[in-house]
């Protein structure tokens, strides 16, 4: 099993930054694809960024030149630093996690963290 915890959410204003982060924890396996996913009030979960585990990124057209992905493989940690945070930034957001044991891939989900943006 594994369990994935996110932190560093919050209230912020208009323009101003945060740092969310992401620990997997469990034991035996190794994490191909991390990733940061959003979901708004009323609207659909969707995609904000992910990291391969060799390091290859990939943005939402919304988050590019704002949000930095990146990931820590010794601590099985992701991270995602947003600037310039707007107001349709907030929402929760879901850290997720690609795992294998040697086989399959498996996906987990983490509980999410609330990123509120005030205007």
């Known amino acids: 099993q594994v369990q994935v915890v996110e932190s560093g959410g919050g209230l912020v204003q208009a323009g101003g930054s945060l740092r969310l982060s992401c620990a997997a924890s469990g034991s035996g396996f190794s994490i191909n694809i991390m990733g940061w996913y959003r979901q708004a009030p009323g609207k659909q979960r969707e995609s904000v960024a992910t990291i391969t585990d060799d390091g290859r990124t990939n943005y939402a057209d919304s988050a590019k030149g704002r949000f930095t992905i990146s990931r820590d493989n010794a601590k099985n940690t992701v991270y995602l630093q947003m600037n310039s945070l707007k107001s349709e930034d907030t929402a929760v957001y879901y850290c997720?996690?690609?795992?294998?044991?040697?086989?399959?891939?498996?996906?987990?989900w983490g509980q999410g963290t609330q990123v509120t943006i005030s205007s």
């Open positions: 997720n996690v690609h795992v294998t044991w040697g086989g399959p891939q498996f996906g987990y």
